[in-house]
């Protein structure tokens, strides 16, 4: 099967990868609560009679097509949605209040089972196995590390393994990626400022974590600004305080999120050990206490094997032509791809999904975001020739 061939073959399928996009755009679901998206690729694996186990990771699915012997290459789609409530006007939104599928897994998930009926269709034509990874919990709950660790890499062994992400950047029939790191080592901030309140008409009676806060999140600039060599990359980013209801109290205590970003683990540990420094030295100064947590998983950076961002994109390159695969800059979101290919050889691409006809211009994460689903076949054609093209080359 050649790129074109497989664009042709996922565009006669659009409708049906739409109409599962659809079903599950409708029905959000938030990391590990995957229940029913789970039970909607299992019923879709179930009439393609493609076998699979399950549960993995919780509520994860791992398929598998092939003989079971040779090579074996990994596909992976993620299945989370976010607790955002979505303002667009789609027939299909959000049936779930606070909830929903505004980071495209929903098209991921699709595309990925587009893919699976694609090969198994054509499984008399490859040597090899072909793994599809159905995971949870990539919007910070670290699914793909829990998949990998319960095994989804082994048995048979994984040699390559490719994940695709929605990217309302670039326009529908582009690609893009990059060789080495990709994706940034990520890192939430969990703070709490304690001091001591009271009347605030007699704040020398009081220890001031407001005020306290205040000096905090400024000295916290100084990170990236003073101490970081200008031509490295890092975030130090505050998003959110709590603290106080009444205009005459001085509360307690405040707290504070934020996340922290470097390009590397080892940029990212630097990164949280200064906040860590310059948190407890300022609090101590104002006579406050500060409590920091880093809580959940550190997310390592995603980097891409250079060998197979340049298979993909010559695979790019010929199913949408040269000029729609680009070579893009890193960026500072995080992935939990990244756990895949700490143990194997793969690449993460991002696929074009904007659309301004149709308002599909919305960044990922915002309540607006829509996704251009005449990108879906392309994602589906992508990861089958992905697949296909590797165990070709595995089996040689
Ligand atoms: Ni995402």
Known sequence: MQPEDAKNEAKKISDWIIDIRRELHKYPELMYEEVKTSALVRRELDKLGIQYHSPIAETGVLASIGNGKGPCVALRADMDALP?????????????????????????????????????SKENDFNG??????????????????????????????????????WPQMPTGQIGSREGTFLAA?????????????????????????????????????????????????????????????????????????????????????LQRRVKEICESVAKAHGCKAIIDYPGNDYPPTVNDGEMWQFAKNIGSEMLGKENVSEL????????????????????????????????????????????????????????????????????
Do not use: W
């Open 84 to 120: 955002i409530h979505e303002e667009t006007d789609v027939p299909f939104r959000s049936k779930v209040d606070g909830k929903m599928h505004a980071c495209g897994h929903d098209c991921h998930t699709a595309m990925l089972l587009g893919a699976a009926r694609i090969l198994k």
């Open 129 to 166: 196995t072909i793994k599809f990874l159905f995971q949870p919990a990539e919007e910070g709950g670290a699914g793909g590390k829990l998949m990998r660790d319960e095994g989804a890499l082994e048995n048979p062994d994984v040699e390559r393994i490719f994940g695709l992400h929605v």
């Open 186 to 270: 990520t890192s939430f901030l969990d703070l709490t400022i304690k001091g001591v309140g009271g009347h605030a008409a007699v704040p020398h009676l009081t220890k001031d974590p407001v005020l306290t806060s205040a000096q905090i999140i400024t000295n916290l600039q100084s990170i990236i600004s003073r101490e970081l060599d200008p031509l490295d990359s890092g975030v130090v980013s505050i998003s959110a305080i709590h603290a106080g209801q009444a205009a005459n109290v001085i509360p307690s205590e405040v707290k504070i999120l934020g996340t922290i970003r470097s390009l590397t683990m080892e940029g990212l540990k630097k």
């Open 329 to 396: 800059d890193a960026v500072m979101g995080g992935e939990d791809f990244a756990y895949y290919t700490e143990k194997v050889k793969g690449c993460f691409v991002v696929l074009g999904m904007n659309n301004p006809d149709i308002d599909a211009t919305y960044s990922v994460h915002h309540p607006m975001f829509k996704a251009d689903e005449d990108a879906l076949h392309i994602g589906t054609a992508l990861h089958t020739m992905f697949a296909l093209q590797s165990l070709k080359e595995l089996s040689t």
